[in-house]
């Protein structure tokens, strides 16, 4: 659905829009979807990666990040399986398919994708969900600008080189 790929499109165009009236320091959400331009005051801005099981099987609480990261000028976006989802029968079933089976991914969680504009980190993050953590990091290193934290079925949280000291 363009709930898949259009939001970060419209959080670019947000920001474009945004930067022609002249603002440097703001942020654009929809969703998943995040830009954080220029500061929050003297300090970059802090975002939240979401654990995508803190609150149990069922839903989650109000602050339960599990890593913070520093960001300016960059899209910070997320797709998981916690958001949209219905418990039937003990299993899971959630929004994003695997369009090899039809069925949702199982193998992933959560994926949060850094890029330099919202709608790349939009292509990546569900792109990644599907492939899952191995085949998924080796696709973003192919990106120029971009980077990901994956958490898989395990709960094992994988993170891109260009992350590693920085959450």
């Known amino acids: 659905t363009l709930g898949g790929i259009a939001k970060g499109l419209i959080v670019d165009r947000a920001v474009a829009q945004l930067r022609a009236a002249g603002l440097t320091d703001f ?4 969703g998943g979807d995040l830009y954080a331009a220029g500061r929050h005051g003297d300090r970059p801005w802090r975002v939240g990666i979401q654990d995508p099981r803190a609150g149990g099987q069922e839903g989650r609480s109000a602050d339960t ?26 299993k ?11 069925y949702p991914v ?4 959560s994926v949060t994708v850094l890029a330099p504009t919202s709608f ?25 600008g971009a980077e990901a934290v994956i958490v898989d079925a395990d709960n094992r949280v994988h993170v891109s080189p260009g992350l590693k000291g920085r959450l």
């Open 65 to 90: 990040s599990f890593a913070l990261l520093s960001l300016e000028n960059s899209a910070f976006n997320t797709s998981g399986d916690y958001e949209r989802f219905v418990i039937e029968g003990g």
């Open 92 to 102: 899971r079933y959630h929004h994003i398919l695997d369009p090899r089976t039809g």
């Open 120 to 144: 790349l980190a939009d292509t990546l993050d569900t792109a990644v969900f599907v492939l899952g953590a191995e085949e998924g990091l080796k696709l973003v290193a192919n990106v120029p």
């Open 27 to 30: 942020l654009v959400r929809a």
């Open 106 to 109: 199982a193998h992933t969680r």
